[in-house]
């Protein structure tokens, strides 16, 4: 009888040891084959999911955006908040995921930095979704009244750059990232109408 596959696992599977290999080798010293060795599932299959190591984390990256974005564009999860509290809520929001996630975040910066440009380009547009909805919420409270007259585009590459930097301030300087997210805090402020 054949054995039931569970596919999403084992793709989390690869996926979650891709990452520790990745941390531990450093990016381009992975590979498929030793993530396959690691995972105690041949190369062959290995390959059925993923094609390459950038697929790896273009998928990771991918996963990880879409279901925040997912999450927060759920009416549950909006309720009845205004575009304002919204905007302050989902960057709460990631803020505390960051920090519950401190490892993943940290072979994360280590993966960035050594990678190409091609694939940053790549791992940066599925980001987009998040993005565009940022700008959505920002462009929907300024016709509300709520939030300043503003380019949106121009405030949610603030919003992704103090998020970033809340990222590397917990990675390094762990100490520090209560200033950040009052930073945050106040640059959220300075939005309001």
């Excluded at 940290?106 to 940053?120: E, P």
């Excluded at 007259?149 to 990675?171: G, T």
Aim: glycine share 2%.
């Amino acid at each position: 009888m054949p054995k039931n596959i569970n596919h999403e696992e084992r793709r989390q599977l690869i996926l979650r040891t891709a990452l520790d290999v990745f941390a531990r080798n450093g990016y381009r010293n992975t590979n498929l084959t030793l993530v396959a060795q690691e995972c105690g599932l041949s190369r062959t299959t290995v390959y059925q999911y993923f094609k390459s190591v950038d697929d790896v984390l273009i998928f990771a990256v991918k996963k990880v955006t879409d279901s925040l974005f997912d999450k927060y564009t759920s009416s549950e999860w909006q309720g009845d908040s205004s575009p304002f509290e919204l905007l302050q809520r989902i960057t709460s929001d990631i803020l505390d995921a960051v920090d519950c996630h401190v490892d993943e975040i940290a072979n994360f910066v280590m993966i960035m930095k050594n990678i190409d440009l091609d694939l940053r380009s790549a791992v940066h547009r599925r980001t987009a979704n998040l993005s565009l909805m940022l700008s959505r919420l920002i462009r929907h409270g300024q016709n509300m009244g709520q939030i300043r007259k503003c380019s949106a585009h121009d405030c949610v590459l603030k919003i992704i750059i103090l998020i970033e930097s809340y990222c590397f301030q917990l990675v390094f300087f762990e100490d520090q990232t209560t200033s950040v997210r009052e930073l945050i805090d106040v640059y959220l402020d300075s939005l309001k109408a």
